[in-house]
C-alpha cells in the first residue's frame, strides 16, 4: 500500500489537532520548501509553539520522530517543487553537463556566501584561543562529519602536533573521558542533534574539557552544550544528506579556524609546516 502524502495527512487530521499543533500545520502547509531545511527548534520558531509541541505534531501524523516528518515532507514535496530534489544544486534529469556544473558552482558558491553571512568573528575568535592553549584537540564527528573532522586533524596535523581524529564512536568516548581542563574537541556536525554528539558534549562537560561545535544549527540541542559555535551554511534537505555543498560550507569554516590559530605566530607556523613538507618531499619519486 503506498505512503499517504505527508500534506494528506495533515488535512485529514487537521480538525483533531490542538491549538498549537494547528499552527504547526498552518506552518508546514503554507511553507513546503521551507520546512524540510529547518531544525525543530527553528520550526518552532516560526510557528511560535514549544520544540515539544513540534515532536507531538510529528507523532501525531504517524512519524517516529521530527526527521521522520522532514523526511517524509520532502518526499511529498519532490513531485510538487523542486525542493524534494535528491540532488544539490537542484539537477534535473534533462541537464547537459554544462547545465550541471553551473548549477553545482552556483550551490557551492551560495554555500560559502550563507557561511560568511553567518560567521561571527568573535566566535572565531573564541575558538582560536581554545584550539591555540590547547594541550590536546580531538577532531570527532559521525558519518560524514567525520569525513570533516578528519579533514580538520590532516590540515592542523601540518602544522601542530596535538590534534587528532577519532572516528569510532566507542572509541571517542574512552578519549574523551580520559581529557582535563586544558583539552578540546572540535565537533562537526551538520545537524548539532545526534545522540553522539549529545553524549560526547555531556562527557566532556563533565571532564571540564572545552568543546567547540561546527554546525548549521546554532539552536540545536549540540550547540546548547557548547563552550563555541561556529556556524555554516548551505541548506540541506533530507534527501540530501553529506551533500557536497554542505561539506564546502564546512570546508570554508575550517580554513577560517586554521587560519586564526596559525596567523597568531607565521614564523613558527611557517617554520613547521617548512618541516612537514621537507619529510614529505621525500615521499614523491
Known amino acids: ?14 480538525y483533531f489537532l490542538t491549538t498549537a499543533e494547528k499552527k504547526v500545520a498552518d506552518y508546514v502547509i503554507i511553507h513546503q520548501r521551507d520546512t524540510q531545511y529547518m531544525s525543530i527548534s ?21 512519524y517516529k520522530g521530527y526527521n521522520a516528518f522532514k523526511l517524509a515532507v520532502a518526499n511529498s514535496t519532490a ?21 550541471i556544473c553551473r548549477k553545482l558552482f552556483a550551490a557551492d558558491v551560495d554555500a560559502m556566501e550563507q557561511t560568511l553571512s553567518l560567521i561571527r568573528p568573535e566566535a572565531v575568535t573564541a575558538a582560536g584561543d581554545l584550539l591555540a592553549d590547547a594541550d590536546k584537540v580531538l577532531c570527532m564527528g559521525q558519518g560524514g562529519s567525520m569525513v570533516m573532522a578528519q579533514e580538520a586533524a590532516h590540515l592542523f596535523s601540518t602544522a601542530f602536533s596535538n590534534f587528532f581524529s ?3 564512536s566507542h572509541t571517542q568516548t574512552i578519549a574523551t573521558a580520559q581529557l582535563g581542563p586544558r583539552d578540546v574537541i572540535l565537533y562537526f556536525s551538520y545537524s548539532g542533534a545526534t545522540r553522539d554528539l549529545v553524549e560526547i558534549a555531556g562527557l566532556a562537560r563533565r571532564r571540564q574539557a572545552k568543546f567547540i561545535l561546527v554546525t548549521r544549527f546554532p539552536k540545536s540541542p549540540g550547540a546548547a552544550m557548547a563552550d563555541v559555535v561556529l556556524q555554516c551554511g548551505s541548506n540541506e534537505s533530507p534527501l540530501q544528506q553529506g551533500s557536497p555543498a554542505a ?17 597568531r605566530d607565521l614564523e613558527a607556523c611557517r617554520s613547521r609546516r617548512q618541516q ?9 619519486l
Open 1 to 14: 500500500m503506498p505512503e499517504i502524502d505527508a500534506f494528506e495527512k495533515i488535512s485529514n487530521t487537521y
Open 79 to 99: 513531485g510538487r517543487t523542486s525542493g524534494g530534489n535528491p540532488l544539490s544544486g537542484e539537477v534535473q534529469a534533462e541537464d547537459s553537463v554544462p547545465d
Open 247 to 263: 561539506r564546502i560550507a564546512m570546508i570554508f569554516v575550517l580554513d577560517i579556524l586554521f587560519s586564526e590559530v596559525c596567523r
Open 166 to 168: 577519532i572516528c569510532d
Open 42 to 62: 527553528e520550526l518552532a520558531d516560526a510557528c511560535g509553539v514549544a520544540e515539544a509541541t513540534i515532536s507531538r505534531f510529528a507523532k501525531r501524523m504517524g
Open 276 to 284: 612537514v613538507a621537507d619529510a614529505l618531499a621525500e615521499k614523491h
